[in-house]
């Protein structure tokens, strides 16, 4: 007979709680609000702050007119800070105005690069547009400058 000294198989009686330890379990797990959670440092259960949702603005979303084109900006978040006044203008407003003012020869395009940055990029295939070379970079959003009508948009969105 080979083993721990234990006996032999699994002859192990099942986990049981004093009567004492049962009365401190049903006390702590009891719901005392309606979010409890384990603390595991002490071995209790405790209560969780309860969640108050955030205060939506009331107002609606405003939708300011391009300086551009004179239509409205149904979708804010695509648009652009326009660089001389602050106001928000039309994204394809933007491109359109930065393709006249570039001189764009054969295969060149002007494209968002991203972080507020346009590029005038010149395709070798203008079919294949995965080997292209940026030829010029054109910084149009100020990354430090927050405009006003974004603190305002991200008002609605982000009220936590």
Same mark, same amino acid.
């Given at each position: 007979?080979?083993?721990?000294?234990?006996?032999?198989?699994?002859?192990?009686?099942? /986990?049981?709680? &004093?009567?004492?330890?049962?009365?401190?379990?049903?006390?702590?797990? &009891? &719901?005392?609000?309606?979010? $409890?959670? /384990?603390?595991?440092?002490?071995?209790?259960? *405790?209560?969780? #702050?309860?969640?108050?949702?955030? !205060? !939506? #603005?009331? %107002? #609606?979303?405003? !939708? #300011?007119?391009? $300086?551009?084109?004179?239509? $409205?900006?149904?979708?804010?978040?695509?648009?652009?800070?326009?660089?001389?006044?602050?106001?928000?203008?039309? +994204?394809?407003? !933007?491109?359109?105005?930065?393709?006249?003012?570039?001189?764009?020869?054969?295969?060149?395009?002007?494209?968002?690069?991203?972080?507020?940055? /346009?590029? *005038?990029?010149? +395709?070798?295939?203008?079919?294949?547009?995965?080997? +292209?070379?940026? &030829?010029?970079?054109? %910084?149009?959003?100020?990354?430090?400058?927050?405009? %006003?009508?974004?603190?305002?948009?991200?008002?609605?969105?982000?009220?936590?």
């Amino acid at each position: 007979m080979s083993g721990s000294g234990r006996g032999s198989g699994n002859r192990r009686q099942g /986990f049981r709680r &004093k009567e004492k330890d049962k009365e401190t379990w049903a006390r702590d797990t &009891k &719901k005392k609000g309606d979010n $409890p959670r /384990f603390d595991k440092t002490r071995g209790i259960f *405790v209560d969780r #702050p309860k969640w108050i949702p955030p !205060v !939506v #603005p009331s %107002e #609606p979303i405003p !939708v #300011p007119d391009c $300086p551009y084109c004179g239509k $409205p900006i149904r979708d804010l978040s695509t648009a652009l800070t326009d660089k001389a006044s602050g106001e928000a203008v039309h +994204f394809d407003c !933007v491109l359109g105005r930065l393709a006249e003012n570039e001189g764009l020869e054969r295969g060149d395009a002007v494209t968002y690069i991203g972080g507020g940055r /346009f590029g *005038v990029v010149h +395709f070798t295939n203008p079919q294949d547009t995965r080997g +292209f070379t940026i &030829k010029k970079i054109v %910084e149009w959003e100020d990354k430090e400058n927050r405009s %006003e009508w974004r603190k305002s948009l991200a008002d609605h969105y982000s009220v936590t």
